[in-house]
């Protein structure tokens, strides 16, 4: 199905499923234990043996020679395999670093070998007795260092984001010079690390020359063709299935090294492996968000009119990778006639980096959305009342440009509403909770909105069960609700009566999981699939098309009303379609927004911060189920406070790795600091965005609220600061006396 114009009415426009907030249906399978994650898909394959993932000492150099001899003697080891055993493999798509194969080493716990044993514990003690001999070079592991000679580099984060290496608008240097209110600061973000829940796991089993992997990923499509040419495999020689997904937030997009050695590994011991990577591993050997050195430069009339906006930004990589796209939505948030947007990448010999979770939005508006506040407290103005004055209709790039559907101020309207941001006092430092000092921060929120073509299989068998097939990934996202519930508004049935089947590369291809485009686009082609089978219904039943009402299980024609499961007495109905996009993306900006609201405490004498409540109002599309939205934006919003408040990789910039590569070291938000979160969706639909007439709101939700949380800690102490995390030893030593 092409769809090329704006969607009128139809079947979804029903709203007696879609839309509502609907119980997760694979929900009693999490909370029972008995989703089959990756690694503990036993019944898949028999005989199953274990492989643990060696990783490099060194983060740049050469491997000069393995020992494996005292390892091959072992108890239990069944096969080892040496990245001196294979050549360099080819990198599969959105790969920076090289997974496996020869002796160069490009990033410390780069993968050097995989050893095979009958359990885990023999396969991890046999591992620490290979003797590796490296050839260490020095590296470039810092990039404040490395930043100052660091070039212009262009790129596209593959989920809606990207900049070329400076672009302009007028005369960005001479209005700036002009402003009568002027700001210009410098901010810092971490490198950050997914951690995911489930790590990364694969089983791998070959049947001659085709592989199966089941393995954990969100880009199934994606990732057969990656398998294959890495492995030098012909695609229909390799099947991925991934049915459950214990979370990605991007670190699952690509192929990483536990699918890779699986498979070498299974091909050595010749019967089926399973291999997890552990945590250390999944900080330096998989991807991690890169850190950023942003400098914002913002030019404004005394009456908070924006005549300049220049955002910078310099981030580092291997020497194959990308920038992280951090000025992004500063090409879109906010008018202003004048305008300049640039990115620089320094070449680092660190592991890569890649996408995560809203990548170039959610460390871009850290900085940008700290930067407005700032500016609005230099203008004198209130910071909702300055965003909304900067308000745009327009693409500021290309002003003849509208997009599809912008309601950022009331977002904004809608949140200080319903937060009580009236009764914010201004002034930092003067509100105190018994040894708390209390502040009330905001922020705009900014995702763009993608689109991409996605597919699914629809089949109707004679009891009047429906069952989509597509490789769409649930990575703990709902989609297999949404999807059901898609299924069950077109042809006409009680959700009950759909099957959903996901992660299956053998099913058509959908648009996958990330960039918060999986939702609208995969339901999207679950309704082309269903458009075409409610064709084959109607013809079968000798009904016409365009009369035919698919409701209450039944199709209804006129005064003829038959069960839908007749339409297949004679054999099972099947379509197969895909939707897929014409020109409106290019002819409308479409965007999502938000307004991100927090309240912290932060203890007069430690500089302790706590979060009190939160507030995030999204303007996003028509919102498929909104309990499970709600979901998504509150996780969204949780990370955004581990952003603000204490998510760092911390860089060994002597040795080149993390330092902090486990749960223990690298900390991350936990219920007791999230006490209260409030999400207000606002009712809208966007036809030019799809038939659904929604939008991705995944994403959106950590887009801005780190920039939140860090002015609410400015209102509540006064201390302004730009390098993040807002960790204590930032705070302390700058905290008003405590009186």
């Known amino acids: ?40 898909r036993h019944d898949v394959a028999p005989n199953q043996a274990y492989g643990y993932v060696l990783g490099a000492t060194i983060a740049k150099g050469r491997v000069r020679g393995i020992d494996t001899a005292a390892a091959r003697r072992a108890p239990g080891v069944v096969a080892i395999v040496t990245t001196l055993d294979t050549p360099r493999l080819e990198r ?56 100052p000679a660091a070039p212009p580099v262009g790129g596209n984060s593959g989920e809606g984001s990207g900049a070329a290496g400076a672009e302009r608008v007028g ?11 002027q700001l210009d600061a410098t901010y810092a973000t971490a490198d950050e690390s997914h951690a995911m829940m489930e790590p ?6 070959w049947t001659g020359d085709r592989l199966t992997l089941w393995t ?27 049915p459950y997904v214990g979370g990605g937030f991007g670190g699952k997009l690509f192929v990483r090294a536990d699918a890779v050695l699986a498979a070498l590994g299974a091909r050595a011991a010749g019967r089926p492996v399973k291999v997890a990577l552990t945590r250390p591993l999944i900080a330096n050997n998989t991807t991690h968000r890169p850190a950023t050195i942003q400098r914002i430069r913002l030019g404004a009339t005394k009456d908070g009119t924006l005549t ?85 209709q327009t693409d500021p790039m290309k002003p003849g440009r509208r997009f599809s559907h912008r309601n950022l101020v009331g977002c904004l309207r809608t949140g200080a509403e319903k937060f009580g941001w009236a009764k914010r006092n201004p002034t930092p430092g003067q509100v105190r909770d018994g040894r708390f000092l209390v502040g009330i921060g905001m922020a705009a929120g900014f995702r763009n909105n993608l689109l991409v073509k996605s597919g699914a299989r629809v089949r109707l068998d004679r009891d009047g069960r429906v069952t989509v097939e597509t490789d ?8 297999y609700t949404i999807i ?26 959908s648009a996958g999981s990330g960039g918060q485009f999986g939702a609208n686009n995969a339901t999207s082609g679950v309704y082309a699939a269903c458009v075409q089978l409610r064709e084959a219904v109607a013809q079968r039943l000798g009904i016409n098309s365009a009369d035919a009402v698919f409701a209450n299980g039944q199709v209804r024609s006129g005064n003829r009303a038959v069960p839908l499961g007749e339409a297949a007495q004679a054999g099972e109905l099947s379509a197969v379609d895909a939707i897929e996009y014409g020109d409106l993306a290019k002819t409308y900006q479409q965007s999502t927004f938000a307004g991100h609201f927090v309240e912290v405490g932060v203890d007069a004498d430690t500089a302790e911060v706590r979060v009190r409540r939160m507030l995030a109002v999204c303007a996003a599309g028509r919102i498929l189920n909104p309990k499970s939205a709600r979901s998504q934006v509150i996780g969204g919003m949780t990370m955004g406070v581990g952003a603000a408040l204490m998510e760092e990789l911390a860089v060994d910039t002597r040795r080149g790795f993390f330092v902090n590569h486990d749960l223990a070291g690298y900390e991350v938000p936990v219920h007791a600091d999230i006490p209260r979160q409030e999400v207000i969706f606002l009712d809208e639909a966007d036809p030019i965005s799809s038939p659904m007439k929604a939008k991705g709101v995944g994403e959106l939700g950590i887009c801005g609220v780190g920039a939140a949380v860090a002015n609410a800690v400015y209102n509540a102490t006064g201390v302004r600061v730009r390098d993040f995390p807002i960790t204590l030893d930032k705070l302390i030593e700058r905290m008003p006396d405590a009186a």
Do not use: C
């Not at 990364?200 to 089993?205: E, K, L, N, P, R």
């Not at 954990?216 to 991934?242: C, F, H, T, Y």
């Not at 769409?472 to 989609?479: E, K, N, P, Q, V």
């Open 92 to 147: 599969g798509r959105m790969n920076a670093a090289y997974l496996f194969g020869g002796d160069a080493i490009q990033h410390y716990h780069q993968a050097v070998a995989v050893v095979v044993a009958e359990t885990f514990e023999q396969a991890r003690a046999a591992a620490f007795l290979v003797r590796v001999d490296y050839a260490p070079e020095p590296g470039r592991f810092d990039l404040a260092a490395e930043a």
């Open 484 to 509: 059901a519930q898609t299924a069950a508004e077109m042809m006409g049935v009680p959700l009950d009566r759909v099957v959903v089947r996901l992660g299956d590369s053998d099913f058509p291809a």
């Open 472 to 479: 769409m990934t649930d990575i703990g996202t709902g989609s």
């Open 1 to 40: 199905m092409k769809f090329d114009t704006p969607a009128g009415q139809n079947p979804i426009d029903q709203l007696k499923v879609v839309g509502k907030a609907t119980d997760r249906i694979d929900g009693k399978y999490k909370t029972t234990g008995t989703a089959p994650y990756a690694y503990e």
């Open 308 to 392: 300049a906006i220049g955002h910078e930004s310099t981030s580092g990589n291997l020497a194959d990778g990308k920038p992280e796209t951090a000025v992004d939505q500063t090409k879109l948030l906010y008018a202003g006639a004048n305008r300049l947007t640039a990115m620089k990448l320094a070449r680092l010999d660190l592991p890569e980096g890649n996408a995560m979770r809203a990548p170039g939005e959610a460390p871009g508006l850290l900085a940008l959305e700290v930067a407005m506040d700032e500016m609005a407290e230099k203008l004198g103005i209130d910071p909702v009342e300055f965003r909304i004055r900067n308000d745009t």
């Open 216 to 242: 954990s990923n969100q880009m199934i499509a994606w990732s057969k063709g990656s398998v294959a040419k890495i492995l030098g495999l012909k695609p229909e020689n390799v099947r991925v299935d991934s």
């Open 200 to 205: 990364h796991a694969t089983i791998a089993a």
């Open 171 to 181: 005369d960005f240097e001479g209005a700036f010079a002009q402003a009568p209110v």
